[in-house]
């Protein structure tokens, strides 16, 4: 059964371990596997903070990063790389040192990684696509869904000038989430909800969410896993069940699978409509 969840961190533990001033201990959930995408290291609207305490705090025996993970669009226009960037490196190569597998499926805006697919940097796994089998034997294709967005193959040049114009959205979102935090609120995104509030882009998603549920179905497999679209969602189309992980720009969302191969979404900021620790139904996998 999936479900969809919005969590809020747990509490940091500040007391240390072995001696006087060492560092504090993490108190971790552990998960089979965690799926994130969407995070856009190198602009201003990544929330690096909040995945560096996401994965600070959640263990699993295998991470996907599903495209989209260094925005390497921005970093070709202007760089920027503040510390909080390296803390997420640093959270994903640890998990690697701890031993997690780590498998990564590029996506547009870390398309310079897609020719070296099949090769395997410092523990990482580059792939174009993955067939993720869970705890329950059910078979999803992982991938970044970038490929079923006409804007971005048949209209590249369009797709820069989106993504120019959603990064000066997102500044109005950073300004907005300054001020909130100034304020003791908890964090919301403008950008997000404007998404949901126009019809052409909700039209969109749902265009995008029908054709990716197909391409799956058409290979035989049971769902799919991606990102993209900065969208979470669990939802069964037709026969097969749909997955998005969201994104670290807006929604701050990862999906998680248990032991028992229980997918949810977790929020690591929850919106302030929604108290923390609830858990609604969302669709189940498809028997």
């Known amino acids: 059964m999936a479900r969809f969840s919005w969590l809020m961190p747990p509490p940091v533990s500040r007391r240390p ?21 969407d995070v856009h290291l190198g602009t201003r609207g990544c929330k690096a903070d909040f995945l560096a305490d996401f994965l600070a705090k959640n263990a699993c025996d295998t991470l996907y ?25 640093h959270q994903i190569l640890h998990k690697v040192d701890s031993g997690t597998r780590v498998i ?3 996506g547009n805006h870390d398309e310079f990684l897609r020719p070296f697919c099949g090769r395997d ?31 971005i193959n048949f209209a590249k040049w369009l797709a820069h000038l989106g993504s120019w114009a959603y990064d000066k959205a997102l500044a ?29 882009a909700v039209d969109y998603v749902c ?18 896993i991606c ?24 929604s701050c969302t990862a999906l998680v699978e248990d032991a028992r191969g229980t997918l949810e979404i977790v929020h690591w900021a929850a919106p ?12 189940a996998l498809p028997a």
């Open 121 to 151: 940097y410092a523990g990482i796994e580059v792939v174009r696509e993955a067939i993720h089998k869970t705890a329950d034997g059910k078979r999803l294709l992982v991938l970044h869904g970038d490929q079923f967005d006409g804007v």
């Open 104 to 106: 990564f499926v590029p």
């Open 65 to 89: 990063l599903v495209g989209d993970i260094v925005d390497g669009w921005q970093l070709k226009r202007r760089w920027f790389w503040p510390e909080a960037h390296n803390r997420v490196v």
């Open 207 to 224: 265009r995008f969410e029908d054709v990716v549920a197909h391409a799956a179905e058409s290979r035989g497999l049971d769902g799919v």
């Open 17 to 37: 371990t072995g001696t006087a001033g060492g560092p504090a201990i993490q108190p971790q959930r552990h998960h089979r596997t965690i799926f994130i995408s």
């Open 172 to 200: 109005a979102n950073e300004m907005l989430h300054s001020i909130r935090r100034a304020l003791g609120l908890p964090y919301w995104s403008l950008s997000n909800y404007l998404k949901h509030a126009v019809k052409d």
């Open 272 to 283: 302030l409509s929604t108290p923390a620790y609830t858990v609604g139904q969302a669709a």
């Open 227 to 250: 990102g993209h679209i900065h969208q979470a969602r669990i939802r069964t189309i037709g026969n097969v069940l749909y997955l998005n992980d969201g994104d670290w720009v807006e």
